[in-house]
């Protein structure tokens, strides 16, 4: 019979209890993601209602255009590391998620409502990160942000004021 020493069992535990706990916050962060509607916007044909469920997540053919500011599309949220997430980390998602800031500096679209999304608890947030983390990259290129006086060539839903 081989002996095994206490070090090599605790470390097997550990690595399982490791495993448990990071697929568990992938679940939680998947049920948020969810309940906070990121499909709607954010996964191609949504706002057409017709969802591509084979792009989940990986950005909008849809746009919209607010006056004053120019026309935004929800990006990919999978994490592709050319068209998505997949060079940002947890605390830079969590950060874009909660204050708008992206990591480029740049502010996320005001149609994003991270001002609501700012009152995820932690635990929530690194949750949701996670999950993003987590799922199969796609690669899917979003059409480029336009500024206020560019039209775009692809469908949009407008913000028209009274």
Known sequence: MKKVSWMTVVGGLLAASTTAIAEDAASRGKYLAAIMDCTGCHTPGALLGKPDM?????????????????????????????????????SEIIAAVRT??????????????????????????????????SMKPVRNKVPDLLGP?????????????P
């Open 54 to 90: 084979t792009k989940a997540l990986s950005g909008a053919d849809v746009g919209f255009n607010i006056p004053g500011l120019g026309t935004f599309y929800p990006p990919n949220l999978t994490p592709d590391d050319e068209t998505g997430l997949g060079r940002w980390s947890e």
């Open 100 to 133: 708008g800031h992206r990591p480029d500096g740049r502010i996320l679209a005001p149609v994003m409502p991270y001002h609501s999304y700012s009152k995820l608890i932690d635990s929530d947030a690194r949750a949701l990160a996670a999950y993003l983390k």
């Open 149 to 161: 006086n560019d039209k775009p060539h692809t469908p949009y839903l407008a913000v028209v004021l």
